[in-house]
């Protein structure tokens, strides 16, 4: 809760002068000392993420990332283990909140309104930018009551046919209908890995967000579940804006329009996903992706 | 010479077979070189030690046992006939008199001149016994290292036996917890069993009426002698319900703050404190109950205008009540703490607020833990003694109204069993049939609990 505070004191200030620094805070180093490579701009912006920094205590776990997430399209952030991607990737619904030492600066936009703003409300913030994790992570609920979780906190349903129709539709979107039409009052914690992720993918779709997060979903599942999941993201382009994180380059360049690639908190280029596995332009992400590092 | 100086010197002995041992593997020999031996030196040392020590311990033990028999049979030996032909009891006096002459304590009066005979006799013969006891020690102590010494070689796999020996040792001191609770069960049921040949079962636990006092001479009037232990049985149940409907919401509630809420430093100092709740003794709550709370609410229930009785059960339920706070929210504040903060984050994911993922993912998650947890509580508030005996008062009323005195199964036990009673009246074995039944409940409820919970934290790892 304090952090809440915290975040939310910071965002008091206007979003486009620099944060005042306390005597305890790490300076913010006033400009980049590394240039990202490639064009960081999406052509249908929906998310705009500008000089954003990410302190964890001292240590400055993401160094003035820019960088745009466009509508109808998935972008992959790449990067060896403990690079920032996750911590990228939850400052986008301020999952970072809830851990207690993290500071964020720099200005991340939802179309135009400063998600770390005061007038910003996280919960509606985090309906309409949904999270997907790597662990599949159902609630001890039943399958029906999973889905339909969301929806009742947000009061998106007006009656119990309207629930109903949105778990269905939300079920067959993660392909997961026809699995469990059957047993929807099931515990959702019985399914198997593959489709307990679906669950958790049906649950988000179900208060229709506008991005979807996800932070290596694909990770604890095997090559058929894994298929299924990247099926259905391409799928849910059509709709969404999809920012995925993963190991898996196969997996970057089979889904993703975009990719950007991480190393030690920066980004270090960012670009079409075919451009970047076939031509990359910096050293470093060579070197990843051709499997010299990491 | 006394027994423990024995130990000591044993004790001195041990540690120089432990010395003696573990040299012998470090200096090694000609034919043997350190880097040889299968285990390290300290194991050889401990090999030895042990060697020495258990055998020479084991005699001790045997001596202590067969001591005082000797030593009595001794005394008897060299009494007069008059005396030596005393009943058991009396004789008994007679040789514990000799005792505390012998130990030099206090003596009413001038010793009898057959007291201080014996007393002679008696300490004669313990003194032959004691330094034959050293001398067997020593002996046994001395053979058994020396053995040991000498299996000290390369081969000989010191570090697997002495593993072996420590592992005893714990079983050992598992068995005597073990043991304890089986003896004192089996103790308790035969004296309840005494009980039911002289009360049938169906009267004791279905009868209305209790009123254990028995008469003594046959004339006696008032005392019918009654033991139908349902309103005990009631009144335990209403305190402890009261005792939950308090602990329960205020321990569940402030595990919540403590787990959810309460940043790392607040969290740090605030629980401990809860938990020194736990830690104040039950007799000082019980004081507090019978000054303080009693007082309290007669005085609010005269401004009311009810009727409540100094002694009241709402009054030794409430203070009940807080002790087992602790309790209900060290035990919460685990298994919500044990919830995982995959579960928490999918919430929050969401756009779910804090007391939306508390309420509908944590604390469904964790209920079956929370279950167990205030059953637990339940078997405390059920065994507890001293607040009740203090603010609830004995009068045995069949009632179901908290504003009146009511009494519980551990009063009764405690007032049954109090002052000088024969124990073998129906009265005194009643205290063994109420405290089986306490036995039996707690059991009970100890194992739901410990399943509930055992099986809650395997879902999730
Ligand atoms: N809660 C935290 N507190 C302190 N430091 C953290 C915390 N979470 C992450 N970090 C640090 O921030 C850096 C970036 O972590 P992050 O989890 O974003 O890496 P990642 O790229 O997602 O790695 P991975 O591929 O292994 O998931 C790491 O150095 C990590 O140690
Ligand atoms: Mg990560």
Not at chain 1, 185 to 204: D, F, H
Not at chain 2, 28 to 44: C, E, K, N, Q, V
Not at chain 2, 327 to 348: C, E, H, K, M, T
């Amino acid at each position: 809760m304090r952090m809440f505070r915290q975040a939310t004191a910071e965002a008091m200030q206007p979003a486009t002068t620099p944060r005042q620094t306390t005597a305890r805070e790490p300076a913010p180093s006033a400009a980049p000392t590394y240039r990202t490579v490639g064009d960081h701009r999406a052509a249908n912006p929906i998310i705009t993420a500008r000089d954003v920094n990410v302190y964890y205590g001292d240590k400055h776990a993401i160094q003035h990332v820019n960088l745009d997430i466009g509508l109808n399209e998935v972008i992959a952030l790449i990067g060896p283990s403990g690079c920032g991607k996750s911590t990228f990737l939850r400052c986008l619904n301020r999952m970072n909140d809830t851990i207690e030492s993290a500071r964020v600066t720099g200005e991340i936009k939802l179309y135009d309104e400063d998600i770390y703003s005061k007038q910003m409300d996280v919960v509606m913030l985090r309906a309409r930018v949904g999270m997907v994790f790597q662990k599949p992570n159902p609630f001890p609920k039943s399958i029906y009551d999973n889905v339909a979780y969301g929806p009742r906190i947000h009061g998106l349903a007006r009656d119990r046919t309207e629930l109903d129709e949105i778990v269905q539709k939300s079920l067959e979107r993660a392909g997961l209908w026809n699995e469990v039409k059957d047993r929807l009052e099931e515990p959702g914690t019985g399914l198997s890995g593959g489709q307990q992720q679906r669950l958790c993918i049906a649950r988000t779709i179900a208060v229709s967000p506008e991005v979807i997060l996800m932070d290596e979903p694909c990770s604890a599942l095997d090559p058929i579940a894994t298929a299924r999941i990247e099926d259905l993201i391409d799928e849910l382009r059509q709709n969404y804006a999809i920012v995925i994180v993963t190991h898996s380059m196969q997996q970057a360049a089979r889904v993703s329009q975009r990719t950007a690639y991480f190393h030690l908190g920066r980004l270090i280029e960012v670009g079409k996903t075919e451009e970047i596995f076939t031509n990359p332009r910096h050293k470093l992400t060579e070197d990843y992706i051709t499997g010299r590092f990491g | 010479m006394s027994i423990s100086t024995l130990l000591a010197a044993l004790l001195a002995l041990t540690s120089v077979a432990y010395i003696a041992g573990r040299r012998r593997a470090v200096v090694g020999s000609a034919s043997a070189p350190i880097r040889t031996f299968h285990s390290l030196p300290g194991y050889y040392g401990g090999y030895v030690a042990l060697w020495c020590l258990l055998p020479a311990l084991a005699l001790l033990a045997i001596w202590v046992v067969v001591e005082p028999i000797v030593l009595r049979a001794a005394v008897i030996d060299s009494l007069p006939p008059e005396l030596a032909e005393l009943p058991e009891d009396r004789f008994g006096l007679f040789l514990a008199d000799v005792r505390n002459l012998v130990d030099g304590n206090l003596v009413f009066g001038a010793p009898d001149p057959a007291v201080q005979a014996a007393a002679e006799r008696y300490a004669e013969v313990r003194k032959t016994s004691r330094h034959l006891l050293l001398g067997s020690l020593l002996v046994v102590g001395v053979a058994s290292l020396v053995f040991a010494l000498r299996r000290v070689q390369p081969a000989m796999r010191a570090r697997i036996k002495v593993e072996k020996a420590i592992e005893y040792l714990l079983i050992g001191a598992s068995l005597v917890a073990i043991l304890t609770t089986i003896g004192i069960f089996l103790s308790v049921l035969f004296e309840a069993l005494r009980f039911f040949r002289l009360v049938s079962p169906i009267d004791f636990l279905f009868g209305l009426e209790w009123s254990p006092q028995t008469a003594i001479r046959e004339d006696q009037v008032g005392s019918s002698g009654a033991f139908g232990a349902v309103p005990l049985f009631v009144g335990t149940l209403l305190i402890s319900g009261i005792a939950m409907l308090v602990a329960v919401p205020v321990g569940l509630m402030s595990a919540i703050y403590l787990s959810e809420y309460a940043g790392p430093r607040m969290r740090s100092w605030a629980k401990p404190l809860l938990e020194l709740l736990a830690g104040i003794p039950t007799v000082v709550y019980g004081y507090f109950a019978a000054l303080w709370v009693g007082p309290a609410l007669r005085r609010l229930g005269d401004a009311l205008g009810l009727e409540v009785a100094s002694e009241s059960a709402l009054g030794a339920g409430l203070v009940m009540g807080i002790m087992i706070i602790p309790f209900v929210s060290s035990l919460s504040d685990d298994v919500i703490n044990a919830v995982p903060q995959s579960l928490r984050d999918g919430s929050y994911g969401l756009g779910a607020t804090k007391s939306e993922t508390i309420r509908q993912v944590v604390l469904p998650a964790a209920l079956p833990g929370i279950v167990g947890a205030v059953l637990l509580a339940v078997s405390r508030a059920i065994g507890e003694t001293m607040i009740v005996v203090m603010a609830a008062g004995l009068a045995a009323n069949l009632s179901l109204n908290p504003l009146e005195a009511v009494t519980t199964v551990t009063v009764q036990i405690v007032t049954l069993l109090v002052g000088d009673q024969e124990f073998d009246s129906a009265k005194t074995l009643a205290a063994f049939a109420l405290g089986l039944v306490l036995f039996l409940v707690t059991l009970a409820l100890n194992v739901v609990a410990l399943r509930v919970v055992r099986k809650y934290r395997e879902q999730y790892e």
